[in-house]
């Protein structure tokens, strides 16, 4: 267990559907990074959140969403989905810029 | 925008022998990190490089920062059937954003 926790593990849903991704941050940690991961491919950058605020962004579409909680939770909303967004999804956490970071184990998202 | 570059994207090796994957970057970076990733698990921090010509081990890992702070290595030395993986560098310019290579994935045939 890596201190990070993300929710579902799995997901299958239709085109066109919303869905909401969960991630709890290890303990201590500030920043929330969102990851997308297609199959077999590298790791996309999303998104960061800082103490609640948004520190960075990257290739995220508009029809996702974050917001990271007063209890350092976050959240990644996918709506209007589409089969290619289909991948996993990683969250990851970290005392600050700079270092390290700490995945979890993903949610493996199916639209189908 | 930032860019990072790394090579191989693929290596297949035979148990004991020796790999090698690169990480280069198109700016100067802050610091590079590096991570494995086992198949069907969750990318894994391995270890962080700050300095210029930096050179950390662990056991048979030896990780290498560029002296111009562009480019970094990751050695494996014997490998074995556990280090198959993809190994990802995410290098850091001193912003908000770190960006992860492509990554190298190493088959290790027994």
């Known amino acids: 267990d890596s201190g990070v926790t993300q929710t579902p593990k799995h997901l299958i849903t239709a085109t066109g559907q919303r869905v909401t991704l969960r991630c709890s941050p290890r303990s201590g940690d500030l920043s929330v990074y969102w990851y997308q991961q297609s199959l077999d491919q590298g790791l996309q950058f999303l998104i960061q959140y800082y103490n609640g605020e948004e520190r960075a962004k990257g290739n995220i579409l508009e029809r996702f969403s974050a917001q990271q909680f007063p209890d350092l939770h976050s959240e990644l909303n996918l709506s209007s989905l589409e089969l290619g967004d289909s991948a996993l999804y990683f969250c990851?956490?970290?005392?600050?810029?700079?270092?390290?970071?700490?995945f979890g184990s993903g949610t493996r998202l199916t639209v189908v | 925008g930032q860019q990072v570059m790394q090579i191989p994207q693929y290596q297949h090796v035979q148990e004991g022998e020796d790999f090698t994957t690169y990480c280069n970057s198109s700016t100067t970076l802050s610091n590079i990190q590096w991570y494995k990733q086992r198949p069907g698990g969750h990318p894994v921090f391995l270890i962080q490089l700050v300095k210029s010509g930096e050179v950390k081990k662990q056991k048979r890992l030896t990780f290498q920062f560029g002296e111009a702070k562009k480019n970094s290595s990751l050695h494996i030395t014997a490998t074995q059937t556990t280090d198959v993986g993809t190994y990802f560098c995410a290098a850091n310019t001193g912003g908000f954003k770190t960006i992860f290579g492509a990554g190298t994935r190493l088959f290790v045939k027994a």
């Open positions: 990851a956490s970290s005392v600050g810029q700079g270092n390290g970071y700490t």
